[in-house]
Nanobody
Framework: VQLQASGGGLVQAGGSLRLSCVPS????????MGWYRQGPGEQRELVAS???????SYGDSVKGRFTISRDSAKKTVYLQMDSLQPEDSGIYYC?????????WGQGTLVTVSS
């Protein structure tokens, strides 16, 4: 199974993007999922997560600006990113929470210009 992230692109500071994540195989559970970000020269970090019951959690740097959600019927996990800043730039991946090495996909590149 690969988790296919999409929706990245180039946006100006203050803009918005919505990322989507879809598993490559049907039947994959999206109960506990996370969005991860890897900036240039940085370690991959968890920025947002959603677990059973719909409880969400966010990294301090994105609180109040990013919103994670999921559509169980569509087997899709979303990350709505508002008020984007240059430091939000990086490759965004989705994976289970905690992440499973075999499930890392290619990610989607987000570039925020100042």
């Amino acid at each position: 199974v690969q988790l296919q992230a999409s929706g990245g692109g180039l946006v100006q500071a203050g803009g918005s993007l919505r990322l989507s994540c879809v598993p490559s195989r049907s039947g994959f559970s999206i109960t506990s999922m996370g969005w991860y970000r890897q900036g240039p020269g940085e370690q991959r970090e968890l920025v947002a997560s959603v677990i059973h019951g719909g409880r969400t959690s966010y990294g301090d740097s994105v609180k109040g600006r990013f919103t994670i959600s999921r559509d169980s019927a569509k087997k899709t996990v979303y990350l709505q990113m508002d008020s984007l800043q240059p430091e939000d730039s990086g490759i965004y991946y989705c994976n289970k929470l905690p992440p499973v090495r075999a499930y890392w996909g290619q990610g989607t590149l987000v570039t925020v210009s100042s």
